[in-house]
């Protein structure tokens, strides 16, 4: 066991992988002799050479399109986009190719690469170095999204997606990079996707979340225990698609509330979803109405430090609605 | 130093296709279209500097190859560009750095939201260029031409306001850096940060002036990173066939981030894509002012005739790091040491003081201390000025009361109304 970073966890889930299986390679801008602008892939083109650590030209559309076609040859690509908002040149390859050749095959065919994109806010990078545009690929059916909250997650949520057979979509939150360390076991282990965790137990009410959102949530229940002697259940939803459902009805059906709490603008975000799926099959079991902290429904996250701060939801923003839901 | 044979060093602009106005079927023929193999080349060296990476094992070294010691030549006498002029872009180069190091001060004084980007060392290329552009013609700079803004009648308090996120800024702090436009006084289209982007989106603009009956130049820029996107290829080959009055600038300067520029293309020059899209390609030393003006004010010429793009290529290098927090330690010390000789503002000074005599000494630090006075009242003003209110974050998104009206900028549009004999044909029958 050792303490580490989330952006450690990640670096060292791709060295275990590399070593591991031959057919992993990766391609990305500036990932290779510099290590990727946030250092994830720091050391590893030392370690395996520049034919699998490919520094690529800057397009995103090459990078992903030629990942697509290199995993129908049989190899295992881990594509990095340097910034989620950069990524809509390769939408056209990624919801067109990737997300349909298993279903257009029939099920027989499949091309598993697994893309490592950065977002999120938080940090003043204004309209386009801030955007969580998840929204965009869970409305896509035969993508795998998957967006760890923890250092432990990253690793073994990483290393399960790469050896998954069909695309994923790893959104790594910029500003947990290096704001949250916790221990992380030196043995290879994997996190199955598509399965959220309990993160902290509670019997009052049901805080659903993932990512950078899901530390702030953990605060807000910290605070809601502290302050108020209110037991906040806390879930991680880990993969935002396929959704795990199972896991946040079973706690609902037993605090019966629910707050969904995330970064993504409020529209068809993952909150109107879970709150679809609470309202049709748990409706019997609630107490309260669910309620849902958000981004606003404005197009990208603002620089100004009162425009961003107003934007990105809060532990005092949380916390307010699960008092709202509690006193219902 | 290499000097070119006789045969090149007269660099001549021809024009491919007269004027058509607005009708694409008068466009000639392919057949009868010149070819433009040539590569007019501007420079009065041709230092052919390489970075290549090599891998040996653990090391990653960058090799740098030609004559790191060549020395430095004159600045090419402009044949368009009057004493007058030639100080003026002088003197948009000075503020224009003067502007960034205060940015770097605002910096490290922490008022800066986000990081700062330089033009260090292109100034000339971000100047000179938007100098040749006439007044109803557009422009869209990218993140190193933060003195195209100040040529086009931009204060640098818009660009600080912008770097510390002030309710002030042209963007009300949404958004950072010179990320921000004009679409009614000066003509310029907000950047944004998905490289490539603008270049179709001009060649656009330039398409909706074509339609009000007004061939104009439209002016942007990309790098040798940035010229890797496919909307590139889109936005010029638009712009061909359409005989679109695009300027394009390549602003090759050896890197895009930590990536060497060999990494992103093949080609020996990049202004050899032109030869692909069918247009002129020029090579330009984007350390000249001179020749960058040249370059830019023939292609733009060439807009106005409506003889449509020209792609011009500005060879120099990106003095600091990608960013403020980027130390550029992958950059061998040798090349900025080559390119630092170089540096456009010193070769302008020595050329309007030494080689003209167009400034005295006396002249030439009374301007250098009224910019400096003007860069430092501009300052005051930006950081003295409010932050947003938080709830200033929402609005805007769609038309609200009081908006404004969007008209025609060069008149009705010169288009057929139609007969109204629209002939009707048997619906498609594919989706049966
Ligand atoms: C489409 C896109 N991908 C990635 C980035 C991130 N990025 C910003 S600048 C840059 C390097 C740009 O290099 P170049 O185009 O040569 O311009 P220079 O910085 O040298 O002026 C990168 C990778 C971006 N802005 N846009
Ligand atoms: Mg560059």
Partial sequence: MAVMTYIDAITSALREEMARDERVFMIGEDIGAMGGVFKATKGLQEEFGSARVIDSPLAEGIIISSSIGAAMAGMRPVPEIQFADFIAPAMDSIVEQAAKLRYRSAGTQTCPLTVRVCYGGGVGGGLYHSQTNTSWFIHTPGLIVVAPSSPYDAKGLLKAAIRNDDPVLFFEHKKLYRSVKEEVPAEDYTIPLMKAAVKRKGSDVTAISHGYMLQLTLQAAEKMHKEQGAEVEVIDLRTLAPLDKDTFLESVARTSRAVVVHEANRTLGIGAEISAIIAEEAFDCLDAPIARVTGPDIPAVPASPPLENFYMPSVERIVAALERTLEY | ?432
């Fill in chain 2, 1 to 432: 130093m290499q000097k070119r044979p006789e045969s090149q060093s007269k660099p001549q602009l021809k024009s491919t296709t007269p004027s058509n106005g607005s009708q694409p079927s008068s466009v000639p023929s392919r057949a009868q279209q010149e070819r433009t193999y040539a590569l007019p080349d501007y420079r009065q060296e041709v230092s052919e500097i390489t970075v290549r990476q090599v891998r040996k094992g653990e090391e990653v070294r960058y090799e740098v190859s030609g004559d790191l010691h060549a020395p430095v030549p004159p600045l090419r006498d402009s044949k368009y560009l009057s004493q007058q002029q030639c100080i003026a872009i002088y003197r948009f180069m000075v503020m224009n750095r003067k502007m960034e190091t205060a940015l770097e001060h605002l910096y490290k004084q922490g008022k800066v939201v986000g990081g700062v980007y330089f033009g260090l060392g292109q100034e000339a290329c971000s100047c000179a260029s938007a100098y040749a552009l006439a007044k109803d013609d557009w422009f869209a700079p990218m993140i190193r031409n933060q003195g195209s803004l100040l040529v086009r009648g931009f204060r640098a308090r818009d660009t600080m306001m912008q770097y510390m996120a002030k309710a002030g800024s042209p963007t009300k702090g949404r958004d950072g850096t010179s990320h921000f436009g004009d679409l009614y006084e000066r003509n310029m289209v907000a950047p944004i940060s998905m490289l490539g982007d603008l270049i179709p989106v001009l060649s656009g603009v330039a398409l909706g002036a074509r339609l009000q009956g007004r061939d104009i130049a439209v002016m942007t820029y990309i790098g040798d990173g940035g010229q890797s996107t496919g909307v590139t290829y889109e936005g010029i080959n638009f712009a061909s066939v359409q005989n679109l009055g695009l300027v394009l600038f390549i602003e090759s300067n050896m890197w895009a981030y930590s990536t060497p520029s060999e990494m992103q293309y093949r080609n020996k020059d990049l202004a050899e894509r032109a030869i692909g899209y069918g247009i002129p390609g020029v090579i330009v030393d984007g350390t000249d002012a001179c020749q960058v003006y040249d370059a830019a004010h023939e292609a733009v010429e060439r807009a106005h005739r409506g003889e449509g793009p020209t792609l011009i290529e500005a060879k120099m290098m990106r003095m600091k790091g990608h960013a403020i927090h980027d130390g550029a330690n992958y950059v061998p010390h040798a090349l900025f040491e080559y390119w630092k000789k170089r540096d456009p503002i010193a070769r302008m000074e020595n050329y309007l003081l030494h080689t003209r005599k167009w400034l005295t000494l006396e002249e030439n630090k009374a301007l250098l201390e009224e910019v400096e006075r003007e860069i430092e009242v501009e300052r005051e003003i930006a950081v003295n000025s409010p932050m947003p209110q938080p709830e200033s974050a929402l609005g805007g998104v769609y038309c609200e009361e009081g908006c404004h009206t969007i008209r025609p900028k060069y008149g009705v549009p010169k288009v057929r109304k139609g007969t109204g004999a629209f002939r009707q044909t048997e619906a498609a029958v594919h989706l049966k």
